[in-house]
């Protein structure tokens, strides 16, 4: 069993409405994505629960933040588990769990049987285990090229213990980590030739990887990221990346919102056919 890194910081309480809503639990590392949802939520008024997990998780500036109605501090996701079978027994409306990073959305989903009798979670067809899965970055191009007809780029997954390169492999290419709980963004180069790429093997081996995911590298204007939330009725907003940095792998450092009739129709089309349950972004 795992122990908890301490006990729960209580802030002052809050009016709930006599249980008239449901409780926000936002499950996340000691990083700015955790924060950042704990403050949308606490600054308009809804103080939400928090279980931070992993290295900083006790004394991280996430578990500082004033916007937390209450929050713990775990080891790792075993212990985020423990503290979701243990908490919030007796509610009236089942509590909205929301993971911020993908280790605590894969462990959420590997207990979905459980954990959804007393929680919101989201998933695939509130099928368990179905989100790790689609977290497979090689599945993800298989399923939109297969079921959305799309063309993707060339894609290979490389096992590091032999190293062996496909004689297909197109270059320059671009390597990342085939899910992204294996590794890090920081991990992401692109190559132009087999050398530098089998070089790079070695220093993917001592960071504890197996695996790489090897894909064409595409040249591209802009690309779109589609956040909301799916169930009966979808909502979403679509952005329009228009900087980012670093310029390969890097994270969105300029977006603006983008419309097209004919883009949303497919992006309903396509976010049906995910049968997502609860809020995503891609």
Sequence with gaps: MTAIISSPVQSSPVADSAHSTSKVIIIGKNHHHTLSVARVFGLNGIKPYGIVVGKGAKFGFVRRSRCWQKVWGVNDEVGM???????????????????????????????????????????????????????????????????????????????????????????????KPVVSAEGSKGDIRKFTDKDSLREYFGTLRAKGYTRILAQRFLDIDYEFCLSGCCGDIISYFVSKTVRAWPNVGGLDAGIKSWMSRKFMNYVSICLRKFLTQGIRDS
């Design 81 to 175: 588990t423990e503290i979701l079978r243990r908490e919030f027994q007796n509610e009236t409306l089942k509590p909205v769990v929301i993971p911020c990073s993908d280790p605590e959305a894969i462990a959420l989903d590997n207990n979905l049987d459980e954990l959804s009798k007393r929680y919101i979670l989201g998933s695939f067809n509130h099928e368990q285990g179905r989100i790790p899965q689609l977290m497979d970055k090689f599945a993800q191009v298989e399923f939109v090229r297969d079921r959305l007809g799309l063309d993707m780029a060339e894609s290979f997954i490389i096992d590091l213990t032999g190293g062996n390169i496909p004689d297909a492999l197109p270059f320059p290419c671009l390597v």
